[in-house]
């Protein structure tokens, strides 16, 4: 599969597999995580890994009853919690380059399962202090997102996209 059928393969999955992601998987895809560029090179994300039931389940009750994702949370076998630590990137210009490493490297893990045949779906409506409070993460951390990770017991069509010429300008920003 080259990089454009990647990109193309992947979706956020919702309904999982009761069937357990292999050790070799998990660590790939946290790998390719480790891997990602950051902002002076200072690696500011953390992941949790959750596989016990409870702690899964606590994460889904961080999120609101009509979130989609929810029970994505308590279906698959692992979720992967995004965290990230402040003081380990830096705010210049008023940009927040924390929120694009620790996103970066979330898309590096995102890609990766999907490479290995693993779903995932990126979850970001969830009460950032229950999260921190279910898995005990300091105050100072902040906690991004989440997926999880597991086989799909789902198919999906692809979500529609803007047209290239909506977001591709040349030259100048807008179109000709
Ligand atoms: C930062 C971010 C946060 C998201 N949060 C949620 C969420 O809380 N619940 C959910 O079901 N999907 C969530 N999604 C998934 C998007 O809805 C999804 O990526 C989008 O609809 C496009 O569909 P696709 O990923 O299948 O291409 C999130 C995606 C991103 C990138």
Redesign the pocket.
Known sequence: MNFLELAQTR??L?TYLDKPVEREKLEYVLETARLAPSWKNMQCWRFIVVEDAAGRAALAETMGET???RKALTGAPIVIVLCAVPKESEIWEGKDFMMLDAGLAMEHLVLAATEQGLGT?????FTEQKAREALQIPEDVRVL?MTPLGYAAEE?R??PRKAMSEIVFHGKWGRE
């Open positions: 979706r956020s919702r979130n989609p994702g779906c990126w979850q970001g409506l997102a999906r692809p979500r």
